[in-house]
């Protein structure tokens, strides 16, 4: 019997294919942010509130993606398939997003406003972000002479100058930052000029925040009464007002301030702003963080304090002058010639005590000195040229001390100098000198001022020095319109 033939075994067939589900995460949110973008360019958002957009609002796309993930995994756990993973350009994405979404809240945080005034950058530096468009304007209405006008302006000029007639007279220049003339125009109608009147005081509103964060910057050209006092107070413009009779009171966080051809007081508060101030018939006060700094001119005092960043000059003040910053103290009684401040510098000439200095790192020269004054340095020359003699104090350290006193005037003196040497002209006076000290002790005419002078790790010189003579006056004329400012220094005065 015979066996049965064997039987070939059939093909094996090949194991399923698993099917791995791709997530929809990715597309999702890049389709919202491409509906975002594609808004942007066909005109429906513009780009600056998408851009605050996408800054306050990016964790959105996160938890979009995240439900996204949940909902698969719950439908692939129904179904019993494995859920889909994030996979390479997933994670990619994901990291651009954050990466982005994190420097845009940042940048969204930052102080731009205040970098563009640092840097002085006007709207219209950069028209890439939009065109710039003028707009005119007039305003007219009564105006008492004696009631007071209060100019707020947050970002432009302010001239004040004064009127023919018992009416305020405002010109406006506008300028808006836009994508369209469309846009302009809706903003310049929600930023129209007000003029607003409570009690005795006459309020002018610029009214550059009308249309919120839009860019609109308005000059205005305002004219008054002569006799009416005025408070102005500006973030980012330059200022000047002339012919007034009244006080005239500015606050300017960023621009060039000048006043010229006032009668009553003239306050100025400034925060990075450069002041020229002349023909005062009344006192001057200048506090805050000012930059180029000049007054001439008045008929009253004169009284700073802050910190000055770049130079300051005074000349022809009738009246007491404080100064007070952080690195100097100043008093004259008064001022005939000038005085030039900077960093490293205290230049005068025809001051009339009382005059006291206190200061450091600084070479001083005070020329036509009468009357008594103190004089406190360190790490600087000190030179004094008296005309008339009064009693005196100076304390120097790490510097010379040169004193120009009147040939034939009468003083006692009293002179160490640690670590350095004492000369003088006067034979009268005792003068010794040994290896750590020199001294000079004595009198001259039988009397007279006191003088009492020390120093450290320098020398000390009295020579015979007669009057100086009167510097000439400066012409007269028109006032200077404002110096721009300088690039700010590190150093203060």
């Known amino acids: ?35 975002l973008f594609l808004a942007g360019t066909m005109g429906l958002l ?56 994190l420097a845009a809240t940042q940048a969204s945080r930052f102080n731009w406003e205040g970098l563009r005034n640092q840097i002085d950058i006007d ?6 972000f939009g ?26 000029a302010v001239n004040v100058s004064a009127s023919n007639d018992n009416q ?19 903003w310049n109608s929600q ?19 009308g249309a919120g964060d839009h860019p609109v910057t308005s000059d205005l050209d305002v004219a008054v009464p002569r006799k009416s006092s005025v408070v102005i107070s500006t973030r980012r413009g330059d200022v000047s007002v002339m012919g007034r009779d009244g006080d005239v009171d500015i606050s300017s966080q960023k621009g060039d301030v000048s006043a010229s051809d006032i009668s009553g007081k003239v306050k100025l508060h400034l925060s990075d702003s450069s002041a020229r101030i002349s023909q005062i018939a009344s006192d001057v006060s200048v506090d805050g963080r000012a930059n180029d700094v000049s007054i001439e001119d008045v008929k009253g005092g004169a009284h700073l304090d802050g910190e000055f ?67 406190h340095d360190e790490n600087g020359a000190v030179e ?20 120009y006193l009147p040939e034939k005037a009468s003083f006692q003196v009293d002179a160490h100098a640690r670590n350095g040497e004492v000369h003088s002209d006067f034979s009268d006076l005792k003068v010794e000198n040994n290896d750590d000290e020199g001294s000079a002790s004595g009198g001259t005419g039988g009397g007279g001022p006191h003088l009492v002078v020390n120093n450290e790790h320098g020398s000390i010189e009295l020579h015979k020095g007669s009057a100086v003579a009167e510097a000439p006056e400066p012409p007269s004329g028109s006032p200077h319109p404002p110096k721009p400012p300088a690039p700010p220094k590190v150093t203060e005065n």
């Open 309 to 375: 960043m770049e130079s300051l000059k005074l000349a022809k003040i009738a009246g007491a002058t404080t100064f007070k910053s952080s690195r100097t103290e100043m008093e004259f009684g008064r001022i005939d010639g000038t005085v030039d401040l900077d960093s490293g510098d205290l230049q005068a000439n025809r001051v009339t005590g009382p005059v006291r200095v206190q200061t450091r790192s600084k070479d001083i020269s005070l020329e036509g000195v009468s009357g008594d004054a103190r004089v």
């Open 123 to 128: 709207d219209s530096d950069f028209p890439m």
């Open 1 to 35: 019997m015979s066996s049965p033939a064997p039987v070939s075994p059939g093909p094996v067939p090949s194991p399923p294919r698993i099917h791995h589900p791709r997530s929809l995460a990715g597309p999702v949110v890049l389709i919202a942010i491409g509906c």
């Open 191 to 209: 930023t129209k000029s007000q003029i607003s009147v409570s009690g005795q005081t006459v309020t002018l509103d610029a009214n550059t925040q």
């Open 46 to 101: 513009r780009w600056e509130p998408l851009g605050r957009l996408f800054a306050h609002y990016w964790p959105v796309l996160l938890i979009l993606w995240g439900i996204i993930k949940l909902l698969e995994h719950l439908h692939a756990q129904r179904t019993g398939v494995r859920s889909a993973g994030i996979g390479a350009g997933g994670v990619f994405l994901l990291i651009l997003l954050i990466g982005f979404g």
């Open 384 to 403: 004094l040229h008296f005309s008339k003699l009064g009693s005196l104090e100076v304390d120097n350290r790490s510097g010379d001390i040169d004193l």
């Open 168 to 186: 305020i007279h405002v010109a406006v220049h506008k300028r808006v930052s836009a994508e369209s003339q469309e846009d302009a125009a809706k």
């Open 131 to 156: 065109h710039t468009y003028n707009f005119d304007d007039e305003l007219q209405q009564a105006f008492p002479s004696g009631d007071l006008l209060r100019v707020v302006n947050d970002h432009g």
